[in-house]
């Protein structure tokens, strides 16, 4: 029997739902959720994440803030527009579009954003504080797994995942959050000897490889009813895939998140979560 679709859309509307009732409740008290974002040079796919950010915080009633910089600015220029935000009370989110320029230093500008503002769950603080599983703003394509996972009911606990990503964005992050769940976690990557071995023996396997001509997860490398989340997006022959064939996968899985229609969503709607966690913060703090 064929395994079952992990619909990241129908997960990211319940969340939003949920989201709209909180912002609902702000604005009764005075108020009004807001993220910025700072997109640095004119990188196609960077331009279409930010837009298509600003467009879900506005149906839920987040504010935006644009801040679209030139692919040549300074790393000081950068460091004022943070500071700016950072002191600007109307702002509760500030998210910094990766990857930056080359001339710019990534931990210095992440580290650069107050902590209670980092929506993006990726300021030194924010990681120390969910590797000892005591995080408020997490990482938003980890958590939005998670919360794929709760939504399904899919118990982790005694589970044994392979993930195939190291990176702070994604798999870092996520090891911390499944371990948490009880999961026994392998992270790959790519110097891992035998990856196939261990997709083989994976009861869950979360791959964010992104790109088809070396990594395609198909159903000869998976056990059966294994649990599939793909994570990656790329264009192949004209289509965005994933790192999984889904049609193959989803024969031998019990799980398979699609791509598009994923995992993608779920990043935006736990950002929209952050800004709304970030906005209550400010709330506690300055009220
Ligand atoms: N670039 C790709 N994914 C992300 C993300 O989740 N946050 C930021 N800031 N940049 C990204």
């Known amino acids: 029997m064929a395994g079952q679709k992990i619909d990241g859309i129908e997960v990211s509307?319940?969340?939003?739902?949920?989201?709209?009732?909180?912002v609902k409740k702000l604005n009764s008290e005075n108020v009004v959720p807001c993220l910025a974002t700072v997109l640095v040079g004119d990188d196609p796919a960077s331009a279409t994440y930010v837009k298509n950010k600003h467009i879900a915080c506005e149906k839920i009633g987040i504010k935006t803030k644009d801040h679209k910089l030139s692919a040549d600015i300074t790393q000081?220029?950068?460091n004022k527009i943070i500071d700016k935000l950072n002191n600007d009370k109307e702002v509760h989110g500030i998210l910094v579009q990766l990857p930056l320029s080359k001339q710019l230093d990534e931990f210095a500008t992440i580290s650069r954003i107050?902590?209670?503002?980092?929506v993006d769950g990726l300021t030194p603080q924010n990681v120390g504080l969910l590797s000892m599983g005591k995080s408020?703003?997490?990482p938003c394509t980890p958590s939005g797994i998670m919360e794929m996972f709760y939504y399904y009911k899919i118990n982790l606990e005694?589970?044994?995942?392979?993930m195939i990503n190291r990176s702070n964005l994604i798999g870092k992050p996520l090891y911390h959050l499944l371990l948490q769940n009880n999961a026994t976690v392998i992270s790959c990557h790519s110097k891992?000897?035998?990856l196939n071995e261990y997709c083989k023996n994976a009861d869950v396997i979360i791959s964010a490889v992104g790109d088809r001509s070396k990594f395609k997860l198909t159903s000869d490398m998976i056990k059966q009813d294994a649990i599939v989340i793909d994570v990656a997006i790329s264009r192949?022959?004209?289509k965005l895939v994933g790192d999984a064939d889904y049609d193959d996968i989803i024969q031998k899985a019990s799980w398979v998140t699609p791509v598009p229609g994923g995992v993608g969503p779920m990043t935006v709607a736990m950002?929209?979560?952050?800004?709304?966690?970030?906005?209550?913060?400010?709330?506690?703090?300055?009220?």
Do not use: C, Q
């Open 192 to 194: 891992t000897d035998n």
């Open 236 to 238: 192949h022959e004209g």
């Open 13 to 22: 509307n319940a969340v939003k739902e949920i989201l709209k009732d909180a």
């Open 114 to 118: 107050s902590p209670i503002k980092d």
């Open 271 to 287: 950002l929209l979560k952050n800004t709304v966690t970030a906005a209550s913060l400010s709330k506690e703090i300055v009220g």
């Open 158 to 162: 005694g589970k044994n995942i392979v």
């Open 76 to 78: 000081e220029e950068l």
């Open 136 to 138: 408020i703003l997490r």
